[in-house]
């Protein structure tokens, strides 16, 4: 079982920066892959960013990409997110979810746990 809880979310004005994180709870969090998501009012919870286990191989969204950066410190039991030129377009929750195995994936089925998300509002 693997408990994550976001935090680092909040308010910030476009073109601004900010990094979420997410703490995990699991003993053995060096062998899940992790991925962020996130949901916007009205839309359905789509992919960010994603990780494997050493954090050797990422995968990024074609909205993001150049502008996220997903990393991980496994000593720590944290995935972070480092968002900049933030648009008002990434206004949503960002979730963070963990993975059995260790290969990256983009799915919200692909992963088996969840945290309960982080509000992300950008101002225009």
């Known amino acids: 079982q693997v408990q994550l809880v976001e935090s680092g979310g909040g308010l910030v004005q476009a073109g601004g920066s900010l990094r979420v994180s997410c703490a995990a709870s699991?003993?053995?969090?060096?062998?899940?892959?992790m991925g962020w998501f996130r949901q916007a009012p009205g839309k359905e919870r789509a992919f960010v960013a994603t990780?494997?286990?050493?954090?050797?191989?990422?995968a990024y969204a074609d909205s993001v990409k150049g502008r996220f950066t997903i990393s991980r410190d496994n000593a720590k039991n944290t995935v972070y997110l480092q968002m900049i030129s933030l648009k008002a377009e990434d206004t949503a929750i960002y979730y963070c979810?963990?993975?059995?195995?260790?290969?990256?994936?983009?799915?919200?089925?692909?992963?088996?746990?969840w945290g309960q998300g982080t509000q992300v509002t950008v101002s225009s």
């Open positions: 979810a963990a993975r059995d195995g260790s290969a990256i994936a983009t799915r919200v089925y692909n992963y088996d746990y």
């Open positions: 699991a003993r053995s969090f060096g062998s899940y892959a």
């Open positions: 990780i494997s286990r050493t954090g050797g191989n990422t």
